[in-house]
């Protein structure tokens, strides 16, 4: 039996109902414009002809039981299978004055949608014959207290016997922290580690030592395809973040059992009270830029001295915007040297120096 199914994955959809809105001048996430995305995405989708859809965590805005409710109702009313997993958004939230289911509680606002059986945060599915999901819950709250990406020992233990006994189906690991740097030094660095797993090098050894090729991940709210070894990561940027992307993906098996994955990416170009919503998503990111883009500079591996940083950041307004939009080639021919081929890794370059676009559009032999 040859395997051909087309599939959809939608992330960080930071579901929020008018009055649960969270008005933070901050906020990078323009959840107001959540609920009339995703309606422009399953009208997509619906006609798509799909045999399910996946969504990689950070359903809601900050957990609150109200989103959880709405997307659970809005998801049983698709003609396609759903499979979800929790993101750091979606329960315990420490934001105070609002109100956060507990982690315990996710599976029961989900039982239709991976959990049927699941006493954990975690589960697998026989999505098709020949195809198992395994979605791993990432978020993990250390001794002190703080949630980060990392998978306990259990659930690792799980894993392998999971992986044992799909040795004959093709399986896709779904999970929301990064397992494979996205970004350069993505796991040592302060602003990047924090979007990766801890113990990503435990997991991906033992996912190349089973043969599983494709992870789905969100979170870092960037379109972009990385590779360690054998294994891709695709991860989708958000739908409430420029450039409001979800993808639609076709697994298909040829007559000599060779793989392939051909991903085409849609952008939600417009909501009804956001006709230009791609020119003001882009407007959002830059004008909430410069601090962070500050911190970038000054820390390692520049360590800049402040005030030479002030004068570059305006420079790097729509920077990680490009970058959550994927592909993105950068050149600052007018930043010191160093600056220079630090800022030239951040875009979609092969090994050998050459583009390699990607992240967005593209046929993968696996």
Request: proline share 7%; with cysteine.
């Amino acid at each position: 039996m040859t395997l051909n199914f087309r599939f959809a994955v939608v992330s960080d959809l930071h579901i929020a109902l008018p009055h649960t809105v969270w008005h933070h001048p901050s906020r990078f996430h323009m959840v107001e414009v959540s609920i009339p995305a995703l309606e422009i995405v399953f009208e997509h989708l619906e006609q798509q002809q799909l045999d399910f859809l996946l969504l990689p965590g950070d359903l809601t805005q900050d957990g609150e039981p109200d989103n959880h409710t709405w997307l659970q109702q809005r998801l049983a009313q698709l003609p396609f299978p759903v499979y979800v997993i929790p993101g750091n958004h979606d329960f315990e939230t420490k934001i105070p004055g609002k109100q956060s289911i507990a982690a315990i509680d996710f599976p029961q606002y989900y039982r239709k949608f991976g959990y049927e059986t699941a006493q954990e945060l975690y589960y697998t599915q026989q999505v098709l014959p020949g195809l198992r999901l395994i979605s791993l819950n990432s978020n993990y709250f250390n001794a002190q207290g703080k949630l980060v990406g990392r998978l306990d020992n259990n659930q690792l233990k799980w894993l392998h016997q999971v992986l044992e006994q799909a040795a004959e189906d093709v399986v896709f690991v779904m999970v929301h922290h990064n397992a494979i740097e996205h970004i350069p030094h993505q796991s040592q660095h302060q602003l990047g580690q924090r979007y990766m797993i801890e113990n990503a090098p435990e997991l991906l050894q033992l996912l190349q030592n089973f043969g599983v090729q494709l992870v789905f991940t969100g979170h870092l709210h960037v379109q972009d395809v990385a590779q360690w070894q054998n294994i891709y990561e695709i991860t989708t940027g958000s739908l409430v973040s420029y450039p409001h992307p979800y993808r639609i993906i076709q697994f298909h098996q040829d007559d000599s059992g060779q793989n392939w994955l051909k991903i085409e990416t849609h952008c939600v170009e417009a909501v009804p009270d956001v006709p230009q919503l791609q020119q003001m998503s882009r407007q959002w990111l830059g004008d909430r830029s410069f601090p962070f883009m500050l911190h970038l500079l000054t820390q390692p591996p520049l360590n800049l001295p402040q005030i030479e940083a002030a004068k570059l950041a305006p420079h790097l307004r729509y920077f990680w915007a490009d970058i959550a939009a994927g592909d993105a080639l950068f050149e600052f021919p007018d930043f010191p040297v160093s600056a220079q081929r630090y800022f030239a890794k951040f875009g979609a370059i092969a090994p050998n120096g050459k583009p390699l676009l990607i992240d967005n559009n593209t046929t993968l032999k696996l």
